[in-house]
C-alpha cells in the first residue's frame, strides 16, 4: 500500500482539539449534537503567589462551543481542576486560555471556523451560530472581535499582497446595525498555487456601497477599509 500509514482513531485530533490544550476522555453522541468531555493536557499546580506547587482540591465544568463536523455541533465540555495551596490559601484553576478566551462561548478553532464561514464560504450569521449552536449575538460579536484581533490589527496584513480580491455581501438581513460587509482578500497564494486566500480588511457598513473598481484607486477614500497600495507591487485586483 502506497502513501502514509494511517494513525490510530483517536478523536483528540480528530477534532482538533490538541490545538486547544485538551484531551478527549469521552464522547456522547446524540443524534443532533456531540458531546466530548475533555481535560486540559497539562497541570497548573504551581501556586502564582508563593511559587510552590499546590493539590488538587476539586474541579469545575466549562462547555464550549466548537467548529462543527458534519452538520453536528460539538461541544467540548472540560473538566478543569482546581487547585488550593494550603500554605498561602490561594485557590486558582488549570490555564484554559489555549482553549477559549476567558469567559467566551465559543472555542478558539470554533472562532477560525467561524471567521472562515462568514469571509470565504459566505455562510449567513444565522447559519454560523446554527453550526456550533449559540445564539445569534454570541456568533456576531465574538466573529467581529476575531476578525479585528487576527485579521485588521496585524499591520504587516498587506505586505507581499500582489492579487487582490475585493468582495460585498449582505452581513446581516435585519435594520438593526452594519447590514453590509466589504472584505478584501489577499489571493497571491491561490495564484500561485501555493496556499490559501488570506483576509486582509472587512467593514460593516449600514447601506449598500457603490464602489466601481477604477474609483477604488482614484480616490481611496471611496472604500471604507485600506487596500494595499499599488506601490507595493500589487498586479492585479480581482472581484
Ligand atoms: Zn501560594
Redesign the pocket.
Given at each position: 500500500m502506497s502513501g502514509p500509514a494511517f494513525a490510530r482513531p483517536v478523536l483528540t485530533p480528530f477534532c482538533r482539539l490538541d490545538e486547544l490544550g485538551l484531551v478527549v476522555t469521552g464522547r456522547r453522541l446524540g443524534p443532533d449534537r456531540a458531546a466530548l468531555a475533555c481535560e486540559v493536557d497539562k497541570p497548573t499546580d504551581w501556586?502564582?503567589?508563593?511559587?510552590?506547587q499546590?493539590p488538587p482540591r476539586d474541579s469545575v465544568t466549562r462547555r464550549l462551543a466548537h467548529e462543527p463536523f458534519g452538520w453536528r455541533p460539538t461541544t467540548p465540555l472540560l473538566t478543569i481542576r482546581r487547585y488550593r495551596?494550603t500554605?498561602?490559601?490561594?485557590v486558582w484553576r488549570q490555564d484554559t486560555s489555549h482553549a477559549a478566551e476567558p469567559k467566551a462561548e465559543l472555542s478558539r478553532r470554533g472562532l477560525g471556523w467561524a471567521l472562515e464561514a462568514i469571509v470565504v464560504r459566505h455562510l449567513t450569521v444565522a447559519r454560523i451560530a446554527e453550526a456550533p449552536a449559540v445564539a445569534w449575538s454570541t456568533a456576531n460579536d465574538a466573529v467581529l472581535a476575531e476578525g479585528k484581533r487576527v485579521l485588521i490589527n496585524d499591520p504587516a496584513r498587506s505586505d507581499g499582497v500582489k492579487v487582490m480580491g475585493i468582495d460585498q455581501h449582505v452581513w446581516r438581513h435585519t435594520r438593526k446595525g452594519g447590514k453590509y460587509v466589504t472584505v478584501i482578500i489577499d489571493l497571491t497564494a491561490i495564484r500561485d498555487g501555493t496556499g490559501p486566500s488570506r483576509l486582509t480588511d472587512a467593514a460593516l457598513l449600514t447601506v449598500k456601497p457603490k464602489i466601481h473598481l477604477d474609483e477604488l484607486f482614484a480616490n481611496e477614500d471611496h472604500l471604507p477599509v485600506e487596500p494595499p497600495s499599488q506601490r507595493d507591487g500589487l498586479s492585479s485586483v480581482l472581484r
Open positions: 501556586c502564582r503567589r508563593c511559587g510552590c499546590g495551596r500554605g498561602c490559601g490561594h
